[in-house]
């Protein structure tokens, strides 16, 4: 049987809870930072909700991951804290933070913003959807720079199509070289009525891309790839890839005619 805890260590423990909780609420300045790391989630609603508590230290706060969930909407209906854009922010890339309260400040990001909060693994489904949303709805208006940045660092699979058909050549090569790019982005890019004669060459050069199966049956599908190119992958495909084309009313033409002409060579 386990002794009864000392009683005075636990009117010392109290006496210190007590004493920080004093200066959680009554507090200014570096004596309020140290309590940023305090184990107590009294402490710390009391700390959030001290006016004398500064940006700085704030952020520190919110950037712990084990808050309680009053204590985030504490802060987000503080009309004076999150009126900054930091602390909104911040806000939204603690997973803990309710989807409720999130969605609020979604629309309000920047752009490299939006995409580093959607790449954040435990942030909310519809937090996520909403921060790719968001960035959709401002990629028409992106300098093309921009969009070469996104290519490169996005890792939502809507973006990555989006960029995959882009009009400008560097955008699309850029996409095609992001590691987190996977072959059925790719080939529901190739699928896309808008996808531009850039994409297909692109896809269609890449020693990446251009050996895999979905692909190559995309390519081949895909009304910009040169004839001389379709051909060239028919040759290389089994008889039951080369039965599905040659019924897919998505494939050229002649190439389905050569397919058929193919086939029967081979029967």
């Known amino acids: 049987m386990s002794e009864p805890p000392d009683e005075g260590v ?7 809870l007590a004493r920080r909780m004093l200066v959680a609420v009554r507090g200014s300045g570096e004596d309020l930072g140290d309590l940023v790391h305090d184990g107590s989630e009294d402490v710390l609603r009391a700390l959030a909700a001290n006016p004398g508590l500064d940006e700085d230290d704030l952020l520190q706060l919110l950037a712990r991951r084990d808050l309680p969930v009053d204590l985030l909407r504490q802060v987000a209906t503080d009309v004076k804290r999150s009126g900054s854009y930091r602390v909104r922010l911040a806000l939204l890339r603690n997973p803990a933070t309710p989807a409720s309260v999130s969605l609020r400040f979604v629309s309000q990001l920047h752009l490299f913003d ?12 519809e937090v996520k959807t909403a ?6 709805a401002q990629v028409r208006q992106v300098p093309l720079g921009a969009r070469v940045s996104l290519a490169r660092r996005t890792g939502s699979e809507a973006i990555l199509l989006r960029l995959l058909v882009d009009h400008e050549a560097r955008v699309v090569e850029a996409a095609l070289a992001n590691p987190r790019v996977t072959e059925a982005t790719v080939a529901r890019a190739l699928r896309d009525p808008m996808a531009p004669p850039h994409t297909v060459d692109q896809v269609a050069r890449s020693s990446r891309w251009s050996v895999r199966r979905d692909i190559r049956i995309a390519i081949v599908r895909n009304r910009h790839t040169p004839t001389g190119r379709a051909l060239q992958l028919v040759s290389t495909m089994t008889r039951d890839e080369l039965r599905m084309l040659s019924r897919d009313s998505a494939v050229p033409a002649q190439i389905r005619s050569y397919i058929v002409a193919t086939m029967g060579k081979k029967s």
């Open 114 to 125: 939006l995409v580093a909060v959607s790449m954040i693994p435990a942030i909310p489904r």
């Open 10 to 16: 636990v009117a010392g423990a109290r006496e210190d």
């Open 131 to 136: 921060a790719e949303g968001a960035v959709l």
